[in-house]
């Protein structure tokens, strides 16, 4: 009687193993790339994907901003779950996620691993190829070409926006009746003359607010990006009010292209490409400066403001009270 007891136990028990291995080979994980090989600074999708017995939980890994010091990690994506259509009875569960690299070279997406109750199973490390943008130094630097112009006549921009221009013309109207009746009641007023306040030079205000900026001290707190930010948002500020160019609503490659045909030194142009740049870069890639790099983005952007302020006229001058 005890040596059936003892041999229905050792059954039980390696039937439940054979249960458990069973549905522990039932699990498969994969990590996929859409592409291997990018440009410096294109963006590829990371799949990381389980196949698995329908209900059966598991752990997906859990992924920083940063793959790597080389690959950062620009949006998840959502997870889904489909039924596997070859294997009745089985899911298959996918993550994505979009990558991109701003360095060149070789780099290896690591292997990943998924915890269930079933155990652990790993993923295959991935290379990543990234390939710097070759440049032809042979040949002269040039503009990039305009978009080809489409043929838009007025006609067509009425017909489209006639919505628009019926509500203009209705209140340039009520405008225009209002402002009727305002000067028609003031007319018999004394106009009062209002005493002329002398204005502060743009270059003045940009440079106190450098200066404000320097005294916080923020890159040396480690606010790198905080710093940046600001330091970009005086400087478009300025651009703004000194030249024709909407610079706050604007990228940097646009401000570029709206500065270029303007009386602005190359020297000064350079000096203005290395803040805005080394800035988008620390908002949008992450980028970590070295501190000297810091530092000389805060004396580019004062030797542009000081090389580049208005210079006032003789009228304003004396308005202000200066010979």
């Known amino acids: 009687m005890k040596q059936y007891f003892n041999f229905s136990w050792c ?6 193993g054979i249960s458990f291995s069973g549905l522990a080979q039932n699990i498969k994980v994969q990590a996929k790339l859409d592409q291997t090989t990018i440009a410096l600074g294109d963006q590829t999708r990371l799949h990381l ?3 698995l017995p329908a209900k059966t939980h598991i752990d997906f890994p859990v992924l920083a901003d940063t793959i790597s010091s080389k690959v950062q990690v620009v949006e998840m994506g959502r997870t889904d779950t489909i039924a596997d259509k070859n294997n009745p009875g089985m899911d298959i569960i996918s993550r994505t996620y979009t990558i991109t690299s701003f360095d060149a070279g070789l780099h290896m997406i690591p292997a990943y691993v998924f915890h269930s109750k079933n155990g652990d199973f790993n993923t295959e490390a991935l290379p990543l190829e990234v390939k710097a943008v070759k440049v032809d130094t042979t040949k002269a630097i040039y503009d990039i070409k ?7 006549s007025f006609m067509d921009w009425l017909r489209d926006n006639w919505k628009w221009v019926v ?8 405008v225009a009746g209002l402002l009727y009746y305002w000067i028609k009641k ?3 007023k004394p106009a009062h003359v209002q005493e002329a306040r002398p204005l502060v030079p743009l270059h003045t205000i940009a440079l106190d607010k450098l ?10 707190q480690g606010q790198v990006k905080a710093y940046y930010s600001e ?9 703004e009010k000194r030249y024709p160019i909407n610079a706050l609503e604007q990228t940097s490659e646009e401000i570029f292209s709206g500065l270029r045909h ?22 949008f890639a992450k980028e970590k400066p070295l501190p000297a790099a810091n530092e000389q983005s805060m004396e580019n952007a004062i030797s542009f403001v000081m090389n580049t302020k208005e210079i006032p006229s003789l009228t304003e001058n004396k308005f202000n009270g200066h010979v």
């Open 11 to 16: 059954l039980l028990l390696l039937l439940v």
């Open 49 to 51: 994907i389980v196949q």
């Open 146 to 152: 305009e978009p080809l112009a489409v043929s838009y």
């Open 167 to 174: 509500f203009s013309l209705i209140v340039v109207l009520a």
């Open 186 to 188: 003031r007319k018999n």
């Open 211 to 220: 200066g404000a900026l320097r005294a916080k001290k923020l890159w040396e």
């Open 231 to 239: 330091l970009s948002d005086i400087v478009r500020e300025y651009l």
């Open 262 to 283: 303007l009386n602005i030194a190359e020297q000064d142009m350079d000096r203005l490409k290395q803040l805005l740049v080394l800035a988008d870069l620390v908002k």
